[in-house]
């Protein structure tokens, strides 16, 4: 197993434009989360999925960030429209169960809005 | 509220001195505690966690809960333990059960 796939690695963006991330969570796995890193907050929880429901968006910044499940090997995270202060790595990671068993992450995505 | 505090930004110190990453923890429900880490240019994984009592990697941590802390230890460090660390908290009692991370602690080892 590849383990978790989020696309683009890297992302170079002008204020304004609409971003987005993907993620393929771990096959069998029925949790996804979407998490943001940046120096000032360390990492923060953005929204979290459980068989592909959302169940928590408590740590969504705002309305300009919205994520979305379809199928349980897919999810991505949108901002529209782009911010300076959106530059971050925004990891997605996946388990199975519940949030207490072992996350495993994916390489992560380097947004940079200019 | 719920929250991980990890007090130091930056912890540096010397190949084969003694090594403690602190955390403490403000939860009024039944913890449950971990070390992720990820080392350069790799992905952030579990390091250990307080419910299996093991050591990894030459890294223990305990729970103390009169204290509300989870510092992770280990005698000796090593130039390979140069890493971010995260001490996280999972929060059982909820039903939206998740897991809320502290602010990393980068720990160098110098030679």
């Known amino acids: 197993d590849a383990g978790v796939i989020q696309s683009p690695r890297h992302e170079v963006t002008e204020m304004g434009q609409e971003v987005t991330l993907r993620c393929k969570p771990i096959?069998?796995?029925?949790?996804l989360f979407w998490y943001r890193q940046t120096m000032m907050r360390g990492l923060e929880l953005l929204i979290y999925?459980?068989?592909?429901?959302?169940?928590?968006d408590s740590g969504m910044p705002e309305d300009r960030f919205s994520a979305k499940m379809p199928n349980a090997s897919f999810s991505t995270l949108k901002i529209q429209p782009s911010e300076p202060r959106d530059s971050a790595v925004y990891f997605c990671?996946?388990?199975f169960g519940r949030g207490f068993n072992e996350q495993y992450f994916g390489p992560g995505t380097r947004l940079t809005v200019t | 509220a719920q929250r991980v505090t990890q007090p130091e930004k930056l912890l540096s110190v010397f190949k084969g001195a003694p090594v403690e990453l602190k955390c403490n923890y403000s939860?009024?429900?039944?913890?449950?505690l971990f070390w992720y880490v990820q080392y350069s240019r790799q992905r952030l994984q579990l390091l250990l966690r307080?419910?299996s009592r093991e050591s990894i990697k030459g890294f223990t941590a305990d729970l103390n809960k009169g204290e509300t802390s989870f510092h992770l230890k280990k005698p000796f460090a090593q130039e390979e333990d140069s890493a971010m660390y995260y001490c996280?908290?999972?929060?059982?009692?909820?039903?939206?059960?998740?897991?809320?991370f502290g602010s990393g602690t980068r720990l160098s080892i110098r030679p």
């Open positions: 939860y009024s429900g039944s913890p449950e």
């Open positions: 996280a908290l999972s929060l059982l009692d909820s039903s939206a059960s998740k897991i809320i």
């Open positions: 307080h419910i």
């Open positions: 096959s069998g796995h029925n949790s």
């Open positions: 990671a996946s388990s």
């Open positions: 999925f459980n068989n592909n429901v959302p169940i928590d």
